[in-house]
């Protein structure tokens, strides 16, 4: 994996990788499941370390996996979004939307309008009564 060493890792430094993927070996069996790992390494005093361990991937068979989410993820679903209200007919730039909202029962609006609609006749018929009678002129 590494071809040449790695001059440093500061103290709480980590290297990660991808290894490997269950879903990418399933149904192989050419592939080795078990790696020994060696790690040498000298810390600023000088002091050598050799340490080794196992990565046995069968270990993890059968196991459930979270997946997770990044920013990339958040901007696909910020661009879907977008796309879905851009489609949406309340956006569209064909005119403007007219929301009527009201406070008063419907019953009362309509009891008010009727009111307001016939005291703007009687008006518009009072100023019809004077210009008739003042012989149309203005």
Same mark, same amino acid.
């Given at each position: 994996? =590494? ?13 990660? @990788?991808?290894?490997? #993927? ?8 050419? =592939? ?20 080794? *361990? ?7 068979? *059968? @196991?459930?996996?979270?997946? =997770? ?5 958040? *901007?696909? #679903? =910020?661009?879907?979004?977008?796309? @879905?209200? /851009? #489609?949406? #007919? ?18 009362? /609006? ?8 016939? $005291?703007? $006749?009687?008006?518009h018929n009072k100023i019809t009564r004077m210009l008739i009678a003042d012989g149309g002129a203005g």
């Amino acid at each position: 994996m =590494l071809s040449e060493p790695v001059a440093m890792i500061a103290p709480g430094q980590e290297m990660r @990788t991808f290894y490997d #993927s269950h879903v990418e070996r399933n149904g192989r069996s050419d =592939l080795p499941s078990l790696h020994r790992i060696a790690l040498r390494y000298q810390d600023t005093s000088g002091h050598h370390y050799d340490e080794s *361990g196992v990565l046995d991937l069968d270990a993890m068979k *059968g @196991t459930m996996f979270t997946e =997770l989410k990044t920013v990339h993820d958040i *901007g696909k #679903s =910020l661009a879907e979004i977008q796309k @879905t209200l /851009k #489609s949406a #007919s309340i956006m569209s730039p064909r005119g403007p939307l007219e929301v009527e909202a009201s406070v008063e029962p419907h019953h009362e /609006k309509q009891e008010r309008l009727v009111r307001e609609r016939t $005291e703007l $006749e009687e008006q518009h018929n009072k100023i019809t009564r004077m210009l008739i009678a003042d012989g149309g002129a203005g």
